[in-house]
């Protein structure tokens, strides 16, 4: 990333936030953690080999009497909450580091499926369900970050609840039941509205029972970054939130573990 393109995308960001909060400070704002916490309880993809580790490096009083404690840890890099860089399903787009801080930070909405997919675990979120929203709401404007709510992230982390299967492996794959972006929402997300990033409550953008993975295909290839497992969105109102979603920036990463946050009025 260059210095340039940094500063450019800090200036943008800024824009989006003063006009959002309309001249409050970043300390007027309320702010919402969507971000589940890293340890052996996070949820990876079942066919992962090995999921979130941390081994003791140090722990306790040193020689010379004072105390110092430090860890290492292994983590897949698409698990928990976590960002899909476009690389993840288009080959040569954008890694995880060649992202703009512009493209992880500005406007949000939520839009709530909850009362659909919780009793349609295959639930396939419709351009019906943005258009509904845009009638109630207002139109959204190119560069916003749309946020899905299904109502999942109630159950996370049981496993079986969030993913429709306990099972872990390749014979899981089959069993995974959770609602997801159509193929039909992606392209229309993508052409018709501009997104700059999409997010969801769920284990992937794809719903459970994807085996071509279309919604990821389609958005990743326009360079739309995707947020998935993201946490706390029942605290969030249906508009007028500024997003930022940094995830550790891995050098030519498909993917990263993701810190997102939300400024709300209070």
């Known amino acids: 990333m260059k210095p340039g393109q940094i500063v450019l995308g800090m200036l943008f960001s800024f824009l989006f936030f003063h006009q959002i909060c309309e001249g409050q ?5 309320k702010w919402i953690d969507l971000t589940y916490p890293f340890s052996e309880k996070t949820l990876y993809w079942p066919n ?25 840890f292994y983590a897949p890099e698409h698990g928990g909450t976590h960002l899909d860089a ?33 009793v349609d675990r295959d639930y396939l979120i419709s351009i019906d369900d943005v258009v509904n929203w845009e009638k109630e709401n207002g139109p959204i404007d190119p560069n916003t ?31 995974l039941h959770f609602p997801g972006v159509s193929e039909e929402l992606a392209l229309f997300l993508t052409t018709s509205r501009k997104v700059k990033a999409v997010g969801i409550d769920t284990p992937s953008i794809d719903y459970g029972q994807s085996d071509h993975f279309r919604a990821h295909r389609i958005l990743l290839k326009e360079n739309v970054p995707v947020f998935e497992n993201v946490a706390h969105m029942d605290q969030l109102p249906v508009k007028d939130i500024y997003l930022m979603a940094l995830p ?6 498909s993917g990263a573990p993701l810190r997102i946050v939300a400024g709300i009025k209070k």
């Open 25 to 29: 400070t970043i300390q007027d704002l």
């Open 48 to 72: 992962n080999p090995k999921g979130f580790t941390r081994d003791t490096l140090h722990e306790g009083l040193t020689e010379k009497g004072y105390y110092y404690s430090a860890f290492s």
């Open 86 to 118: 476009p690389s993840h399903f288009a080959e040569g787009n954008k890694t995880v580091d060649q992202l703009t801080l512009d493209q992880l930070m500005g406007n949000a909405v939520v839009i709530d499926v909850s009362a659909k997919a919780l």
């Open 145 to 175: 970050i749309i946020l899905f709510r299904t109502g999942y992230g109630k159950y996370y982390p049981d496993r079986k609840k969030y993913f429709g299967t306990d099972l872990k492996g390749e014979e899981a794959i089959s069993q």
């Open 248 to 253: 550790m920036l891995l050098e030519n990463g």
